[in-house]
T-cell receptor, first 104, second 116 residues
C-alpha cells in the first residue's frame, strides 16, 4: 500500500521564524515528489517540485532523500501569509498535511 | 492563466441518487484526475485517466464510481448510488505530462457534495 506520512502539527511559529516540515513515503517506486499548499476549504496549489539535488524558490527549500524515503520543506523568514496546510505528495498520493500557523 | 473549472460548486443529493460531477481540464493537458477530501481529512486519490481510459484507481474507486470524457473538453465523475459517506469535497485535476519526474497537478476549486 502506498502511503505518505506527515506530522499533522499544528506548527505555531512567530513571524520571521524558520520552520521545517518532514514527510516519509513508503512506495520506493515513486518518482515524482511535490509540496502543495492548501488554504482552508480551498483546492491544493502547487508550491514546488522536490528533487534529490534540492530545490530552492525564494524562502522555500525542498529536499528529497531517496535512500531514507524522506522529503523535507524548509520555510525561512516565515510570513503571516504562509499560514496554511502543507501537503507532501509522492506520485499521486497525498500526505495528510501539516498545518502551519504564523503569528505576529 | 488557464485553469481547471468544476461545476457545480456545491451539490446536494438524497442518499441513493446518482450524481455527476463535471470538470473542464486545462485544454492542452493530457492526464486527468479525481480526488476527494472528506471534511478534516486528507486529500485522497480516486482515479487517473489518460487516452480515454483509466490508468490508475484507488481502492476507494469501486463499482459505484465511473469516469468519462464525453467530448473533447469535459471530464466527469459519476457516483451511481450515493451514500452518506460519499459527502466530501471532490477535486478534479489535470497535468500536461506524466514523466518520472514531472507530474504537476493543477486543481479545480472543487465540488462540495452533500448526501442527505
Amino acid at each position: 500500500r502506498k502511503e505518505v506520512e506527515q506530522d499533522p502539527g499544528p506548527f505555531n511559529v512567530p513571524e520571521g521564524a524558520t520552520v521545517a516540515f518532514n514527510c516519509t513515503y513508503s512506495n520506493s517506486a515513486s518518482q515524482s515528489f511535490f509540496w502543495y499548499r492548501q488554504d482552508c476549504r480551498k483546492e491544493p496549489k502547487l508550491l514546488m517540485s522536490v528533487y534529490s539535488s534540492g530545490n530552492e524558490d525564494g524562502r522555500f527549500t525542498a529536499q528529497l532523500n531517496r535512500a531514507s524515503q524522506y522529503i523535507s520543506l524548509l520555510i525561512r523568514d516565515s510570513k503571516l501569509s504562509d499560514s496554511a496546510t502543507y501537503l507532501c505528495v509522492g506520485g499521486t498520493i497525498f500526505g495528510q498535511g501539516t498545518e502551519l500557523s504564523v503569528k505576529p | 492563466e488557464p485553469e481547471v473549472t468544476q461545476t457545480p460548486s456545491h451539490q446536494v443529493t438524497q442518499m441513493g441518487q446518482e450524481v455527476i460531477l463535471r470538470c473542464v481540464p486545462i485544454s492542452n493537458h493530457l492526464y486527468f484526475y479525481w480526488y476527494r477530501q472528506i471534511l478534516g481529512q486528507k486529500v485522497e486519490f480516486l482515479v487517473s485517466f489518460y487516452n480515454n481510459e483509466i490508468s490508475e484507481k484507488s481502492e476507494i474507486f469501486d463499482d459505484q464510481f465511473s469516469v468519462e470524457r464525453p467530448d473533447g473538453s469535459n471530464f466527469t465523475l459519476k457516483i451511481r448510488s450515493t451514500k452518506l459517506e460519499d459527502s466530501a469535497m471532490y477535486f478534479c485535476a489535470s497535468s500536461e505530462i506524466r514523466t518520472a519526474t514531472n507530474e504537476k497537478l493543477f486543481f479545480g476549486s472543487g465540488t462540495q457534495l452533500s448526501v442527505l
